[in-house]
């Protein structure tokens, strides 16, 4: 339930689908996927409990995150429109444009303080007792493959979708509402983050 719901992942995504593509666009998620599998390693090290307990730490990445959103989505809603559809078949954008979706995608999993609480508060109870470090990592990786599975359906849809929004002019407007959007999850975090401080 929690993976499938949209949040900055779903908006990256579609992001990605509109500028560049399917391909980029499930690059992105399987990016998110990659950041998913270090949070559950984290986890499993005791890392994420951690940082949870450090209430700086934790507020640190709060702001990190935010920051990143911020800035993702000013990119898109200050964005110049003219070439706004990039082509994968042009010489060296695909390669270029693989690894920069692939990059978006980890970072917005890395910097983002809810999945550590999804696996310091949301997967612990679900562990019968006695659990150790094994469980929880099974747990986790569940639930970024469930994560994952839910990211490449939003990308096979918004991929397929993108041929709808050829027209420049329709596509920048997504684009920067997509942007706003971002922006508001990012100052959304922050402001979480300022009121528990």
């Known amino acids: 339930m929690l993976t499938a719901i949209p949040g900055p992942a779903i908006v990256l995504i579609m992001k990605s689908a509109v500028l560049r593509g399917r391909r980029s666009a499930m690059t992105t998620a399987v990016g998110m996927f990659l950041g998913d599998l270090v949070w ?10 951690v940082l949870v307990a450090s209430r700086p730490a934790f507020e640190g990445l709060r702001f ?6 911020i800035y993702l ?24 444009s693989v690894r920069h979706a692939f990059g978006e995608g980890v970072l917005c999993e890395l910097s983002n ?12 109870p679900f562990l019968p007792g ?20 839910s990211c490449l ?18 596509a920048d407007g997504l684009l920067r509402v997509s942007g706003g959007v971002l922006v508001g999850f990012g100052a959304g975090l922050a402001v979480e983050g300022a009121r528990s401080a």
């Open 153 to 170: 359906a939003y990308a096979l849809v918004l991929g397929t979708s993108r041929r709808t929004v050829r027209r420049p002019q329709l």
């Open 40 to 49: 559950v390693a984290a986890s499993v090290a005791g890392l994420t409990a």
């Open 130 to 149: 006695g659990s150790g470090p094994l469980d929880l990592a099974v747990f986790g990786v569940l639930f970024a493959v469930v994560g994952l599975a």
């Open 113 to 124: 303080p809810k999945t550590v609480v999804v696996f310091t508060s949301v997967i612990p």
């Open 73 to 96: 989505g000013l990119r898109l809603m200050l964005r110049r429109g003219g070439r706004l559809l990039v082509s994968s078949a042009e010489p060296g954008v695909g390669r270029l």
């Open 64 to 69: 990190v995150g935010a920051a990143y959103l």
